[in-house]
């Protein structure tokens, strides 16, 4: 029993990481850290780190070998592990397809859609199940409301029409071709209601949005505090500063508003919340976050909490990729469909709302996850 | 229906505080920032802010009212409430009383034992019940292992013979005048096996130890935090300056002992972590705290979180007192005896260790607090 | 011997501040904390604080105490400051004169820049000289390059044109006035060429701009650390927030352009540094900034350093608003005229630039103050 | 013209990041940052990275390139730079020799100076000058009052006598074998008036003590900065967090206890300054230090400045041994004798005294430099 992991973006940093902390958990180079799903209690339909198999698409052809060295000297990727799996990074290469990009395409949307699943069906085809995963970058926001199907198909085939993002193409790709998919962006992705509409008629499950790594992260155990202890939070701020690809999509203020609004359901509503992300390139994969919050206490006293988060983005993002893509292949396997709300706890922006205290998160997808065939021992 | 609120260390910042507040919110003058049992659904058990009423046990003679305005300086105490409750604050001050002082008692500590029990009682007589709160400077660890209450009695009635300290003389008293005993520190109290077995016997709840203020209440959430992402937490280094009462009683390196002791539990079992109290007498009633932690990551990747939390001492832990009274009367009114374990929220070092998740500890208040009558109007 | 203190925005939190800080001071209730040049030894040239006397213009009409009353709430005058100055806080309130505000004024500029310099005369009258300084908010960023004086007085003669700035035509009307002028904001204030030549012909000494109270001070010093040990700095991100009028008006991008710019002078050419100016209304005159610096050492090492400045606006500027009004009085009573360089230890965008090494700026403003009638004994 | 840089301690990180970064500078592998020498104007007098041979002598046995290997894997030597440097490497090791360790050394403390010597003279036969730097662990403070040579040397002759600390013993032979000497820790080194006074007598410079490298390097502009500011600082806490050998070996009270008071002397006298150095074996080659300062401003306001320093001690520490060993080089080839109060800019603990203000001393050296033989084109 194999599952194959399609990610879109499949040659950027996170990709990479994902790409060669795999190859290096199956050869046991590493100790799965980072990875939630180690610590559950899965059972047998959850495949295991050994079931695996990447493969993706691009729109940019730097190799996959290229990026891996750039991620050693940043600090990513251990030279030790790189230097073991090369020879499989090159497997991989052999597995990459070129994605959808609008600028360069040259046929209409329904032709692009239609591409991208064919590659679907042809790397689905050595595997039980694939899961698809969009670790691209992040896309300005887009009003996406079509509802139907078959409207949307008509639209989609007009020449030179650009109705959908290209988060959303590759979505839709991935529900014709029967695959599941999580997106680990704040991009419109499958969130388009005639796509989700069809993924649940075709017993897809889905999840996402926006994978939780850093700041939000902190945000979801501390906003519950001051709650908990009845403190009254009056302002918090905060400031990312990261390098690397993301920085550099982020530093556009429309994709940087996705990325924004994903980020402040975490906190009290009306908190008075400035938030910034700065794109500082010599940063290179690090990034680094700091937050003050500013609280009143008993008597009226005013009491601040700040901390700062530094860490490498594709390091705390790639174990999560993992660990979705092995519970959307149970859920699938376990004949889950629609939206997976219990996957709360990956997510800044989660489908469903099981509200953001990661704590009910964790305790739900430990529910979840032991309720897909009763659990079985961990791995 | 009136609760008594026996505070041992009575005049000191916490418990000045304490009363300053309680007035203030038995006047509407403040909301009831902080106070936690605001925000629960607790039952007609529980008596309210109207129903308690002050008293205490302290070895100095400072007068309330001169502490207070040393609070209003140091910024807890607004100004306009210290002007408003200052004729109800002499109303305290007439029901303080001298407490005992094993340096200066010229007794046996049996003697101070029926001493302190008497004033229990005198103070007793005018309410419903009398939960005593010990709020004093933190005592060096003291053994005290005695387990037969015969045995105990004896040692105690030897002249000039120091058994016990002087947290568990006060706790002693408490139970035989039939008070409720809460631990806000570290220190001793009620934790000798004859006095909690006396307890058990004579139907009293007590709760402890060590009031959750701060850097812990932040580690509670964030320790849990890391595991729950399985990400390794390497190091967890803290520093705390305080000034303040405390700060000086912590500058004793035997009664810091007691607080970083309490202290530790929170964090993972293993971890390298570093932690100091400094007494910095020019920080006043400010406290500030900062803990640094190296964690590693997906693929051995060194990341790290640091946080700074500055508050006011006192108005951080004087609602959960508050909040203790509360909940430990409305449990002896519902007839529950000996640990409340279902108090852990509250503490460093919880009686019975429901474990250190904030979270969890919420949950196990929340359950009991609408258990004890079926729960009812929040107040 | 008496020098008027004439502040533009008189009613605000700066001006307030430092209306109440140099009653304080005359009556001895405080100690000169903050103030430079109560350590530099200063000749009789250079009035005292006896000899200073408050005065101002400004758009609004809040009354003197109640602004102070909010300063007390907010933690920036001690109470006992305020009931002890409270009378002569009303004298200083009949010294006050409406400002020009260019939406309500109903003639032209040139009318506005004679009625400002009218209040001027006859408050001057009573003293030997006015040095003029501009606490007012900060505006957006003007090109004024008006070089030739009588082309300008043409401009300004026509009706319901807008040809200066608010703060320019009060610096217009202090040159007029035959006044020294202080610009504490990065406004564009004096610094319009036809003004700057007609001060230099009038023998008046003028100093700016924008004072320098948190960051921008910390940055002065460590910028030309990381130079002295040949660290090369990657990048500087910062992040500011602030409450209070400051923080309303710098909400404003274009506002916050001229105060942005004027930041960015200390930091090495080319440094990536992202910097945010956030109103945060909830934290009051507290203001907070945070700076992040990612640098090389050697071997390429990266390493970094941040740091969290906490402080009162008003209290952080006030002190040197009273400096530069001693400063720039002696200043004029020595002969000085044109611009004073050797100020440029006080601002953010120094007037002629001696660099921006806060140690070298306090080495050329000693120097200067001492060549001033050759020094004296300190106040 | 070469010069030796004998290393005390030469198989630690700090002497090995030493080692491998001149061999890299001297292949044109990195560029000079972090060495302050390579900005300065230096005349001919001083040798270039080119002239400079290291050697050292070390108790431990420990190859070089396992050391070396260590410093990539902690991130402080590039994998590059080790892989182009390693055939160069195997050189240094073979003028290694065994160091003194009082522990197992047979012969009397006068044997080992003459052995100590001997090494000296041999390895300085092929160069025309040495300089000694001690880069050895921190020892306990040891007081070492000998005043005359004669007296101290049959102090070391008596069998089993442990007169001086291996540091001094050090000191003792480089003045015996003609060479400068350099401490760059806060050991007693050459700090013995009988040492000091022979160095004098045979034209020898020295240098020290404790190289600044980071907390102390950012206080020693921090703590100027509020003076020149009138600003009153209140507290100032320190927490330091480090592994690798200088954690392991401060771990040690009597050690800290050197270091402690080498850190003190840059903070205004009486400050409450409680400061930390904390052993945390997971940091590796990392160091973190914390400072919270509380400082007072006009009208009394409390505020606050914190900063936290993020490096690698041995990349920090070893380009500042390089510029020493190039400027103390050119002193003893210029002919200055005793102390250099003149570099005290790389110093905790200044020899001679030239205040802390980093830029006070970076302008002493600078026109130090200069004034030996006029100075020259740069390096």
């Known amino acids: 029993m194999t599952t194959g992991v399609w990610l879109i973006g499949a040659r950027g940093s996170l990709a990479t990481t994902v790409v060669c902390g795999l190859l290096a958990l199956r050869r046991g180079l590493v100790a799965p850290t980072g990875c939630v799903s180690a610590e559950l209690a899965l059972g047998d339909v959850f495949p295991d780190w050994d079931d695996l198999v990447p493969g993706g698409h691009d729109v940019v052809s730097t190799p996959l070998e290229k990026r891996a060295e750039q991620l050693v000297e940043d600090g990513v990727v251990p030279a030790r ?9 090159a497997e991989v ?6 994605g959808y990009d609008p600028l360069t395409w040259p046929g209409t949307q329904a032709d692009a859609v239609a591409r991208l699943a064919a590659d679907l069906a042809e790397f689905g085809a050595g595997h039980d199940r694939v899961v698809v995963v969009n670790v691209s970058s992040t896309e300005a926001p887009a009003a996406a409301e079509h509802a139907d199907l078959e409207e949307l198909d008509r639209a989609l085939s007009v020449p030179e029409a650009r109705v959908l993002p290209p988060s959303s193409i590759a979505a839709y790709a991935a529900v ?3 695959c599941a998919y999580v997106d680990f ?15 649940g008629r ?5 999840a996402g949005s926006d994978g939780k790594t850093g700041q939000t992260l902190v945000r979801s155990v501390l906003a519950p505090m001051f709650e908990a202890r009845a403190l009254r939070v009056r302002s918090w701020a905060g400031t ?22 994903s980020k ?18 010599s940063l290179g994969e690090r990034k680094i976050a700091w937050d003050h919050v500013a609280f009143e206490g008993f008597l009226g006293a005013r009491m601040s909490l700040q901390f700062t988060w530094e860490g490498y983005d594709s390091a705390l993002a790639a174990p999560l990729v993992l660990d979705l893509a092995r519970l959307v292949a149970g859920a699938h396997a376990a004949g ?3 939206p997976l709300t219990e996957l709360g706890f990956f997510f800044k922006d989660p489908l469903g709302g099981t509200g953001h205290n990661l704590f009910a998160q964790a305790r739900a997808l430990a529910e979840w996850a032991e309720s897909l065939e009763g659990g079985g021992a961990g791995c």
């Open 81 to 89: 592990v790189f230097a073991a799996i090369r020879p499989e990074l």
């Open 336 to 338: 889950a469909a629609g």
């Open 185 to 199: 962006t704040p991009s419109t992705g499958i969130r388009v209601p005639a796509l989700t509409a069809l993924a």
């Open 93 to 98: 290469e052999r597995a990459l397809r070129p």
């Open 264 to 281: 402040a359901g975490v906190l009290p509503p009306g908190t008075e919340a400035p938030l910034h992300i700065d794109n500082v390139p």
């Open 202 to 206: 075709r017993g897809l499950p889905y």
């Open 176 to 178: 014709r071709a029967g």
């Open 240 to 261: 990312n500063l990261l390098g690397g690809g993301d920085g550099a999509s982020l530093a556009s203020p429309d994709r940087a508003a996705a990325k924004l609004a």
